[in-house]
């Protein structure tokens, strides 16, 4: 079936612009992750939604970044006034939830959407 | 301290030799734990679950000490195909996020 899609699959943007990116998660998958992988690092959590709610922003870098999920399926991640530090691989998850949480099920990436900021 | 330290790497192991790679956690309360790779420009991908009783699977073995909080992963008759990025993972008790160690950049030489 289906994986995890992601558009654009690059993006090249001026600093101090706004861009978005998109998330498509598998089909029935309640849970969509959004985490940010520089260069040489290991990806980074910036956001967990649970159906339509985020139930974890914690790894938000700032205000600029942020993120929605209207209906439940596709994600859009919102970065205002970019900067160059934005500069990195934005990667989205999804995965079936376990009851009461705990995460027992696995987490299917994305591609990823390779953002560049000039 | 990075919650998650690997080294690094890279390594570069020929063909048909054994390779480990262990992984640091800071977090006590870390519940679940995992190896990921990642081939170059590419997503991760799940590539095993680790249980306090260690698991295998085919050529790879991996073990986990809650008490020293270490994870390790062994391949044994590397092949070509295990070049990639190995990506130490863990979950925290009731947390969904998963937290990456950098990764161990992996070259299989002929």
């Known amino acids: 079936g289906a994986g995890v899609s992601q558009t654009p699959s690059n993006k090249v943007t001026e600093k101090g612009k706004y861009v978005e990116l998109r998330c498509d998660p598998i089909?029935?998958?309640?849970?969509l992750y959004w985490y940010r992988q520089s260069l040489g690092q290991g990806p980074e959590f910036l956001i967990y939604f649970q159906g339509t709610g985020a139930a974890d922003d914690s790894g938000l870098p700032n205000d600029r970044f942020f993120a929605v999920r209207p209906e439940g399926s596709v994600s859009t991640l919102k970065i205002q006034r970019t900067e160059r530090g934005d500069s990195a691989v934005y990667l989205c998850?999804?995965?079936?939830?376990?009851?009461?949480?705990?995460?027992?099920?696995?987490?299917?990436f994305g591609p990823g959407t390779r953002l560049t900021v000039t | 301290r990075k919650e998650v330290e690997q080294d690094p790497g890279p390594f570069n192991v020929p063909e048909g030799a054994t390779v480990a790679f262990n992984c640091t956690y800071s977090n006590s309360a870390s519940q679940s734990f995992f190896w990921y790779r990642q081939d170059c420009r590419k997503e991760p991908k799940l590539l095993m679950s680790?249980?306090?009783s260690g698991n295998e699977d085919g050529r790879f073995t991996a073990q986990l000490n809650r008490a020293s909080q270490y994870i390790s992963l062994l391949i044994r008759d590397s092949k070509l195909s295990d070049s990639a990025t190995y990506l130490c993972?863990?979950?925290?008790?009731?947390?969904?996020?998963?937290?990456f160690g950098t990764g161990t950049r992996l070259t299989i030489i002929p």
């Open positions: 998850a999804s995965s079936l939830t376990s009851p009461g949480g705990g995460g027992s099920y696995e987490q299917y």
């Open positions: 680790v249980y306090s």
């Open positions: 089909s029935g998958h309640t849970a």
């Open positions: 993972v863990v979950r925290g008790f009731g947390n969904e996020k998963l937290t």
